[in-house]
């Protein structure tokens, strides 16, 4: 299957998801801020347990028996939601981690958020697994044993690891508090890891909406009061530990290693962490596109682009015009590594306007590829060149819907790099021109592949962000339609709905 043929199975998904939950509430829209919310939660109910945790090998136990026992509402509770969270954020992590990969988003400018992403998920597994160890069942028994005959398998020991498990009194209380030190330490990391993991996005996302959040924690209390979280017998260190019951998604490596060998699964895993490491240093197919380029003669330093900018690639700096400096003008500059050609910037800019009256219309930032003067150029000639009063334009996206598929004798279809690249401005030029109303389409919300285009699109026409479209403007002939590739019946409904207006002006138009 080629890549784009995954990417359809995976927007087909992603539709089929959208229909009970809608795209503003599908949980496969969020996958990011729900790892964040599930890890805050392991985060809270985590403090709770550490607090009541007696942390010497001989007393762990007891501790957490006396909790389930004395506290089922509070501390049993908190303890099945510390482990069915911890067993959705490995989940939630996984699909995330796959979506990006199934839509190619791990290399070029999102090669760092890749990068940064992969050992967040030897943090995870490696906390899950030692806070097993911290109850001292014999699950923790045997997952502590197991863990390090596979860590034995590597030559790094003198001793083998598996000394200190077996035998009568082997464990004692120091190693027990490393494993509390590992358990809470980890976490820090992974806690770092992820700020950096977020550091190339502006505005991340993370949390959910509120109605996911509270869905999510919902569900989660709802499992751990069902299927409370119950401690096996006590670790015998003088007994092999038995498997009783068990936790496959976050201990999936023992029986793993006990289907194949420790070896097998070293190699399983290095191979694992390699390729997910080398996939952004793969050679692609698609064709670099160039970044967004300053021009400092149209630059007023008014910061849009740098407040639109999903991936903070533009930062302002004192103009270097000593005199403009003294009155405390800024000038944005493009960090071409950091840029992901989207365009967004060139909407944001005040300069982008179609109404000024230059002969080429040169802007403050704009795309070499695609230059906000050769966009006005041709909606001029397009709309010139249809006849009658009911012309409509139609703006779209290049990997939404294609307009394209909308050609007709009424229709000017233009598509652009993001729909969040269209300044608002042109939507009212096209209307002062000739048109008798504009259709604005993008991707579906929460699935504008450059994160925010369609919904600062969708602000700005509705005139809550800058650049808005002006108030003037008469709304009965703005549509928009949000709709992704292969939904180009939706821009065709929208169309539909758009003609039918032109007759009768109080025709509904969002779609
Ligand atoms: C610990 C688990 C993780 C959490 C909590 C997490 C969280 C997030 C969040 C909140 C975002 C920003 C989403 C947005 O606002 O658009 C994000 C983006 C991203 N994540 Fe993760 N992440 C995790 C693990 C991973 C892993 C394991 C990978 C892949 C190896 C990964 C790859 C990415 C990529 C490529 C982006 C950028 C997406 C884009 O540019 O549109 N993440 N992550
Ligand atoms: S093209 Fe997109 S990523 Fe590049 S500077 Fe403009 S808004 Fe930022
Ligand atoms: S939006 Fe345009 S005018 Fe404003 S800072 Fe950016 S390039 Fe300059």
Redesign the pocket.
């Known amino acids: 299957m080629d890549a784009n043929r995954l990417r359809a199975a995976c927007r087909q998904l992603d539709h089929a998801v959208d229909r009970p939950f809608g795209t503003a509430l599908n949980p496969l829209r969020h996958l990011g801020a729900l790892g964040v919310l599930l890890f805050c939660l392991i985060a809270a109910s985590g403090l709770y347990l550490y607090v009541v945790l007696d942390t010497s090998a001989a007393g762990a136990y007891r501790s957490i028996e006396r909790l389930a026992r004395e506290q089922p509402h509070v501390g049993g509770l908190l303890r099945s939601l510390h482990r069915y969270a911890a067993d959705a954020f490995v989940i939630v992590m996984l699909l995330h981690l796959l979506r990006e990969w199934l839509f190619g988003r791990y290399s070029g400018f999102r090669r760092f958020s890749w990068l940064t992403g992969v050992p967040l998920i030897g943090f995870a597994f490696a906390s899950a697994l030692v806070g097993f160890w911290l109850n001292w069942d014999q699950l923790g028994q045997f997952s502590a044993l197991a863990t390090a005959e596979w860590l034995d398998a590597l030559p790094l020991f003198a001793t083998p690891l598996t000394h200190n498990f077996v035998g009568t009194g082997a464990i004692d209380d120091r190693l027990f508090s490393l494993f509390v030190f590992v358990h809470l330490g980890v976490p820090l990391m992974l806690l770092f890891g992820l700020w950096f993991h977020l550091q190339r996005i502006s505005r991340p996302e993370v949390m959910p909406p509120r109605a996911l959040a509270l869905g999510t924690l919902a569900m989660l209390v709802a499992l751990a009061l069902v299927h409370p979280v119950t401690s096996q017998a006590p670790a015998d260190p003088a007994r092999v530990p038995q498997l009783l019951a068990y936790d496959w998604i976050l201990l999936a490596i023992h029986p793993l290693a006990d289907a194949t060998s420790p070896a097998a699964v070293w190699a399983l895993v290095l191979l694992s962490l390699g390729l997910l490491f080398a996939l952004p240093f793969l050679p692609r197919r698609a064709a670099a596109v160039p970044v967004a380029r300053?021009?400092p003669s149209?630059?007023?330093?008014?910061?849009?682009?740098?407040?639109?900018c999903p991936y903070a690639a533009?930062t302002?700096l004192p103009h270097p015009d000593a005199q403009k400096r003294r009155l405390g003008r800024?000038?944005?500059q493009v960090d071409a590594d950091l840029c992901a050609s989207c365009g967004i910037?060139?909407g944001?800019?005040?300069?982008?306007t179609p109404f000024r009256s230059l002969a080429e219309l040169v802007?403050?930032?704009d795309m070499p590829s695609e230059p906000i003067g050769a966009l006005r150029r041709r909606l001029q000639q397009q709309l010139a060149a249809l006849p009658g009063p009911r012309r409509i334009v139609v703006f779209g996206c290049a990997r939404g819907a294609r307009v394209e598929a909308l050609a007709a004798p009424d229709v000017a279809a233009l598509g652009l790099m993001c729909i969040g690249a269209l300044p608002p401005s042109f939507v009212e030029y096209a209307l002062r021109d000739g048109a008798g109303a504009v259709l604005v389409s993008g991707c579906r919300a929460n699935g504008c592949e450059f994160r925010l285009g369609q919904r600062w699109t969708e602000q700005r026409l509705a005139g809550t962000r800058e650049p808005r479209l002006r108030a003037a403007v008469p709304r009965t002939q703005v549509a928009t339609a949000w709709a992704d590739a292969g939904e180009e019946d939706r821009l065709h409904a929208a169309l539909a709905r758009l003609r039918a207006g032109l007759d009768a002006p109080e025709a509904v138009r969002h779609g």
Do not use: H, K, Q, Y
Not at 298 to 308: E, I, K, L, V, Y
Not at 348 to 352: I, K, L, R, Y
């Open positions: 300053v021009d149209n630059c007023n330093g008014c910061r849009r682009c740098f407040d639109d533009v302002m800024e000038l944005a910037c060139v944001a800019c005040p300069s982008s802007t403050g930032i």
